[in-house]
């Protein structure tokens, strides 16, 4: 709502068909759709420093955790909900 520029709403994990087409074709263009979006020309991974904050909105981004090395690093990680409008599309 803030640029008023359209975004689809869309996750591996959950979405499971689209209105009108059967589960195959939903899949398939589920793919298509995240192998666009995971483009290297799309994608941003962070290199952590100390310190550092990233802030990023739900709404309009594909997000995911990377692996770490849990034994021998610490992070301290914590998640803020900022209220707002939900996705429309």
Known sequence: ????RKSLFLS?????TFEGENEEESQTLISELMAF????EFV???QWT?????????RS?????????EENARRRM????????RPFL
């Not at 100390?50 to 739900?58: E, F, K, Q, V």
């Not at 981004?61 to 090395?69: E, L, Q, R, Y």
């Open 1 to 4: 709502p803030e640029t008023g």
């Open 12 to 16: 591996e994990v959950f979405t499971r």
């Open 37 to 40: 979006a995971e483009r290297p």
């Open 44 to 46: 941003y991974v962070h």
């Open 50 to 58: 100390p310190g550092d904050m990233l802030i990023w909105d739900n």
């Open 61 to 69: 981004a594909v997000h995911k955790a990377m692996p770490f090395d």
């Open 78 to 85: 914590h998640r803020t909900t900022i209220r707002g409008e």
